[in-house]
């Protein structure tokens, strides 16, 4: 697949565009910073049970365990969620945002989501929503432009992106942003919050992707493992807002990389609620995709 470039507009608009055409070639050919060992923080104010929380979270979405507040997680307000992301670039003092908005399913590891471009990203002309179908190991999308028929879909095979998906597609696939806290290694309690009108715990930390890798479930971890080999360092800071049935309604992972300029910031933001949402995802015929050559622009 061919990396699209917008060479104009800061290397922030530069890679909000490359966030959806395929390949981060940014994060290409970066070398990974391993941390000293696996032992793990937890900040005495959270104590081992906010580590164990945040790594739980993954688990808490697709029910196979129950949260650790003062509820449990059952089966028919667990399993999926209504989602909201937020995909912001930093770079030479410009900014810019990639927003999506759908539904997952974290038993099926499947969701559907609309990706929109700012316009300043885009182009004059902007581009229409980019619809995103998250599956294990590939990610597919609609409307991609670029020279790819209006009614085809273009299917990326994640666990050969040098990120993993973690930013590639402009949104962080709710699932693998959940099973990247399984490598949290410092956490710390910063207190109660209200979130969207839902009392939350929010705690903050660093999380190493080597580490998650190695605990993630089988349909993440090729995922993981890729990022490992793509990102300048293995440590990712976040913060995550559990509820008191301990699911996570809101996660945000602060990635940084070097392309040929100055050091570029990504944040993602994954918001979850109205759990338990009916969730519908049909993946497209093989002949609704589309196998010739993307432009480059």
Not at 9 to 34: E, I, K, W
Not at 67 to 88: C, H, I, L, N
Not at 207 to 227: K, N
Not at 270 to 279: K, R, W, Y
Request: proline letters at 3%.
């Amino acid at each position: 697949m061919v990396v699209q470039r917008h060479r104009s507009g800061g290397g922030a608009r530069a890679v909000c565009a490359l966030a959806v055409v395929g390949v981060m070639a940014a994060t290409a050919g970066c070398g990974s910073d391993r941390v000293g060992g696996d032992s793990a923080v937890a900040d005495e104010r959270g104590g081992a049970d906010s580590l164990d929380a945040v790594r739980r979270a993954a688990e808490v979405l697709g029910g196979t365990v129950s949260g650790t507040g003062t509820g449990t997680v059952a089966g028919d307000v667990g399993g999926s969620a209504r989602v909201r992301t937020s995909m912001q670039t930093a770079a030479g003092g410009t900014r810019v945002t990639i927003r999506g908005r759908g539904a997952y399913d974290f038993r099926r590891r499947a969701g559907r989501l609309e990706v929109v471009l700012p316009e300043d990203a885009a182009g004059a002309d902007g581009h229409r929503p980019i619809t995103e179908l998250l599956v294990p190991d590939a990610l597919y999308m609609m409307n991609r432009g670029a020279g790819v028929p209006a009614d085809k879909w273009v299917r990326v095979d994640t666990t050969a992106l040098a990120d993993g998906n973690l930013v590639t597609g402009g949104v962080t696939d709710p699932m693998i942003a959940a099973e990247l806290l399984r490598g949290a290694r410092q956490v710390e309690y910063v207190g109660q919050e209200v979130l969207a009108g839902v009392s939350v715990r929010h705690y903050r930390g660093v999380s190493d992707i080597g580490r998650a890798a190695r605990e993630a479930s089988p349909q993440s971890r090729g995922a993981l493992v890729a990022a490992t080999k793509g990102f300048r360092t293995r440590t990712v800071p976040f913060d995550a807002y559990l509820d008191e049935q301990g699911r996570l309604r809101e996660v945000r992972h602060r990635f940084t990389f070097a392309d040929e300029g100055p050091a570029v910031e990504v944040t993602s933001t994954t918001s979850l609620s109205d759990f338990g949402v009916p969730v519908s995802v049909r993946l497209p015929d093989d002949h609704d995709i589309y196998t010739g050559k993307i432009e480059e622009r």
